[in-house]
């Protein structure tokens, strides 16, 4: 029988002492969640009655674990209240950080949801958020009075080939202009496969 020893290391090996346990206190201003925090923690309400009542009814919907707050689901998971500056931060990152999509307000307070944060402004902070963003006000969907192969050209150049590469066929509706013969040497030039669309009539 061999016997093997379990050495537990209580902090990281290239310390060469422990960590002080002193946590110097972040003093964090009054948020929305005060009240609430004062009432969950404390039992502490405000003054006035109607405000009472009111911070009473909403705490039900909140809790917390850990010295963090979180809002209750019905149906998903627990949702992180956050600081209105933790809310900035977090928009930002949802919309133009490494993964952000530039999406719409709505889009992002969903997306927000979605990886479990929550504040009572989420709504018109996304929207400030998306109105607010150089990029998103730049670009909008370009209006085409009439669709002919010269604009389907330059589509296909600028939102196509620029930025995904040609592409190996092309499926389209049976519309005049991609039947033209300038369209279809075009595709042929390029190497492009174009396939037509069965015609459906209901």
């Known amino acids: 029988?061999?016997?093997?020893?379990?050495?537990?290391?209580?902090?990281?090996?290239?310390?060469?002492?422990?960590?002080?346990?002193?946590?110097?206190?972040?003093?964090?201003?009054?948020?929305?969640?005060?009240?609430?925090?004062?009432?969950?923690?404390?039992?502490?309400?405000?003054?006035?009655?109607?405000?009472a009542r009111k911070i009473k009814k909403q705490a039900a919907r909140y809790c917390i674990s850990q010295e963090k707050r979180y809002r209750r689901s019905f149906s998903g998971p627990y949702l992180r209240c956050v600081t209105p500056q933790e809310a900035a931060r977090i928009l930002v990152e949802l919309h133009k950080g490494d993964y952000g999509s530039h999406s719409s307000g709505r889009s992002l307070v969903l997306r927000a949801r979605r990886v479990g944060y929550y504040w009572p402004t989420m709504a018109a902070g996304a929207d400030r958020q998306a109105k607010h963003n150089d990029k998103c006000q730049r670009h909008a969907p370009e209006a085409l009075s009439r669709i002919t192969d010269l604009q389907i050209h330059k589509f296909l150049w600028t939102y196509v080939i620029n930025r995904f590469r040609v592409p190996h066929e092309i499926v389209t509706e049976n519309g005049p202009q991609f039947m033209t013969r300038n369209f279809k040497e075009f595709c042929k030039d390029l190497g492009i496969k174009l396939t037509f669309a069965t015609p459906r009539h209901p």
Do not use: C
């Not at 902090?11 to 964090?28: N, R």
């Open 1 to 51: 029988q061999i016997s093997i020893p379990l050495l537990v290391l209580q902090w990281p090996a290239t310390m060469e002492e422990p960590p002080s346990e002193e946590v110097s206190a972040v003093k964090e201003g009054e948020t929305w969640m005060t009240p609430l925090i004062r009432y969950l923690e404390a039992d502490i309400l405000p003054e006035d009655h109607n405000e």
